[in-house]
């Protein structure tokens, strides 16, 4: 086995007393070569990268095709670099840069290669004009048996188009929910004080990074039919655990310390994308909904576009030349099955259309539920001499 140089990068690779696997002997070398080349913004975004890389060498077994996103807030933080050390390891890699949507297509086969898409903000940002058939292809092949569908004029048939194949995507800034609900995301940002890494150079440091990708096919595609079967337990759900299975059957295929590594990379590198996720704004417009109801059992329209309107982190005041309206509110809230009605409120309001609190609930419970109360906390209340029980408050400002 060609292990690279052993870099002060190294820190990452755990020492064991027991023996190691020629599996988890190789993932630790990759480790050790990307950590030589690039900071990663945590051990375990190192881990995930590692684990992506070697689960491109087993395609064929997978029934999902995770992406993988590199993104950073701004430009020299890393992102080209660690996709020149994915596309050294990673298997058949494919540069998509000015390549285009036929030959993307024709180029994907039972046994695909790996998409390595750089400046992907050009396909998905305001320049993407023109790369309509590359974001199908991308949003589409993240599952099996997602062909895309074309029209031969020239033999009077609908041809099928695979699309499956893993694709690491590198730029700046978010990329679209239907890509990173779907992938690896790892945030780059820029190297700190003391924190350095080796130069790479494609003529020098490549070979040695192919002969360690040949060894992770090697080790991977001998035990293709076991790793079809394998069913990894998750520590995550639905879509999450449909992206992240290839990497820990791989993990749990190597042994050693890597099947605790995997899970740990889930779970950390999941929740870092749920805290760092944004809800639509049909998701944003029933949270803010219970935020203006507060106590009040119904509303009428009027008042509830107040209370909406008068938020001014919110974006109801702008929603729209004059702001939400209730035609607007109406059809959102119809997506929930959430309809006004004609309600009696006391004077001075008297008969209006309005909402009814209990008609939301459903929604609020499915679709944004409600934070955990914070606990009642027992303090001392110095003016008294004597303890009280406090209820503290939510961000809203209101008492649970």
């Known amino acids: 086995m060609t292990s690279p140089p052993n870099p002060a990068g190294d820190r990452h690779v755990d020492p064991s007393p027991e023996p190691v696997s020629h599996g988890a002997a190789l993932l630790d070398a990759l480790l050790t070569a990307l950590t030589r080349y690039v900071i990663l913004p945590t051990p375990e975004a190192a881990d995930a990268v590692v684990l992506w890389i070697a689960a491109s060498h087993a395609q064929p077994a997978w029934a999902h095709a995770p992406r993988l996103v ?115 995301v790892i945030r780059m940002r820029r190297r700190g004080p003391g924190e350095t890494v080796a130069p790479y150079r494609h003529r020098r440091d490549r070979p040695a990074l192919r002969q360690l990708a040949c060894e992770l096919s090697a080790w991977l595609r001998a035990d293709l039919a076991a790793l079809e079967k394998a069913e990894p337990p998750m520590p995550v759900e639905d879509r999450a655990a449909d992206t992240w299975e290839p990497l820990v059957a791989v993990a749990d295929h190597a042994g050693g310390h890597w099947p605790d590594r995997a899970r740990a990379a889930v779970l950390a590198l999941t929740a870092e994308a749920d805290e760092a996720s944004q809800p639509s704004t049909r998701v944003r417009l ?16 009027t008042i509830l576009l107040d209370r909406l309107k008068v938020n001014l982190e919110a974006p109801w005041a702008s929603f729209g030349p004059t702001g939400l309206t209730a035609m607007r509110l109406g059809t959102i809230l119809r997506e929930y099955d959430i309809r006004s009605t004609t309600i009696r409120f006391p004077p001075p309001i008297g008969q209006a259309k309005g909402y ?32 009280t029980s406090r209820t503290s408050l939510n961000i809203a400002g209101q008492t649970q």
């Open 70 to 184: 590199i993104r950073a807030p701004e430009k020299r933080c890393g992102k080209s670099r660690l996709l020149d050390v994915v596309e050294s390891t990673c298997h058949e890699p494919f540069i998509t840069v000015n390549s285009t949507p036929a030959a993307v297509y024709r180029s994907i086969t039972d046994d695909p290669p790996t998409m390595l898409v750089d400046e992907a903000d050009t396909i998905f940002g305001p320049k993407a004009d023109g790369h309509e058939d590359l974001r199908g292809l991308l949003n589409a092949g993240h599952q099996r048996n997602r062909p895309a569908k074309r029209y031969d004029a020239n033999t009077n048939r609908v041809m099928s188009i695979p699309t499956f194949a893993m694709a690491a995507l590198a730029g700046i800034g978010a990329m679209p929910d239907t890509i990173e609900d779907r992938a690896v």
């Open 286 to 301: 029933l949270a803010d909904c219970r935020n203006a109801f507060g106590p009040d059992t119904a509303l009428a329209t």
């Open 356 to 387: 009814q609190r209990a008609d939301f609930l459903d929604a609020w419970e499915r679709y944004c539920p409600a934070p955990a109360p914070v606990p009642t906390a027992e303090v001392l209340d110095f003016t008294r001499g004597s303890r």
